[in-house]
């Protein structure tokens, strides 16, 4: 059974950090490359950030670059989204997504699994 699971969520004030964890299992986690996506109330999900399987390629969103940091642990089975210097605006649902083999893709449909999110919500 395949198994994506997000933590590290929480309310925090705006220019405050958080780390977002997603522990993959049932499957290979090296030979999945694995993205992060957000849901804001009342808008569409979005792309955040993505690495390949390999680690070697990463992709983020315009709105994110220079602030958000992707990284994996294939020790672990886990994909971590660092978040510094919050906005309001990044108040969202956060979901990791698992493609198999794939890189760092940034389109919803390129991923094969996807976990049931942890919700981050920034105060101004």
């Known amino acids: 059974q395949v198994q994506l699971v997000e933590s590290g969520g929480g309310l925090v004030q705006a220019g405050d950090s958080l780390r977002l964890s997603c522990a993959l299992s049932g499957l290979t986690f090296s030979d999945y490359a694995m993205g992060w996506f957000r849901q804001a109330p009342g808008k569409e999900r979005e792309f955040v950030a993505a690495?390949?399987?390999?680690?070697?390629?990463?992709a983020y969103a315009d709105s994110v670059k220079g602030r958000f940091t992707i990284s994996r642990d294939n020790a672990k089975n886990t994909v971590y989204l660092q978040m510094n210097s919050l906005k309001p605006e990044d108040t969202a649902v956060y979901f990791c997504a698992a493609r198999y083999f794939g890189g760092a893709a940034t389109r919803e449909k390129a991923y094969d699994y996807w976990g049931q999110g942890t919700q981050v919500t920034v105060s101004s």
């Open positions: 690495t390949s399987w390999s680690g070697g390629d990463t």
